[in-house]
C-alpha cells in the first residue's frame, strides 16, 4: 500500500534561533545583534526535512517523517504542529530524557550567514531502525 506521496526522513538540529546582525564579523570581533531583544529568545520549530516536509504538507502532499528526536519534541509543541499539518509521525523516534538539537542562525544585512549547531540526541543515532513501514508505503 502507498498512501504517502513524500517520506521526509533526518534531523540534525529541529529548534532554530534566528539571529540577525548589525554586519559579518571579522575574526575575534564582537558584533551588536541588529533585532529587538524579544526575538533573540524566540525558538522556531525548524530542521531542513521538518521544513521540507511542512511545506509540502501545507500544499496537500501525504506526508511521513522519520527521526530521532528528544522528549522536547511533545513539550514544545512540535509534534501537536506537525499532527496539525496531518504529518504521519509513526516513524519519528522520541527518546525520553534527551534534548533535540538546536541551530543558531546569524545573518547580516547583505544575507552572509553562519549557522552554530549543538546536534543533541541527533549526534547519537546508533540504534536508530530507519522507518521501514513508512519507507514501504512511500
Keep these: ?6 517520506l521526509s ?3 540534525w538540529t529541529i ?12 575574526e575575534g570581533e564582537t558584533v551588536a545583534l541588529d533585532m529587538p531583544s524579544k526575538l533573540i529568545h524566540t525558538k522556531f520549530f525548524g530542521d531542513c526535512s521538518a521544513n521540507l516536509g511542512a511545506a ?3 500544499l ?8 530521532v528526536v528528544g522528549d522536547d519534541f511533545n513539550a514544545s509543541g512540535y509534534r501537536a504542529h506537525l499532527l496539525e499539518l496531518g504529518i504521519d509521525l509513526s516513524g519519528v523516534d522520541v527518546r525520553a530524557g534527551e534534548d533535540s538539537g ?7 544585512p547583505k544575507g552572509r550567514s553562519v549557522c552554530f549547531s549543538h546536534l543533541g540526541i541527533a549526534a547519537n543515532q546508533d540504534h536508530w531502525e530507519p522507518p521501514f513501514a513508512q519507507i514501504e508505503r512511500a
Design 56 to 58: 509540502a504538507a501545507s
Design 60 to 67: 496537500g502532499v501525504k506526508v511521513g517523517r522519520g527521526m
Design 9 to 11: 526522513v533526518g534531523s
Design 1 to 6: 500500500m502507498t498512501d504517502l506521496d513524500l
Design 102 to 108: 538546536y541551530s543558531y542562525n546569524v545573518s547580516d
Design 15 to 26: 529548534f532554530d534561533y534566528i539571529l540577525r546582525a548589525e554586519h559579518y564579523p571579522e
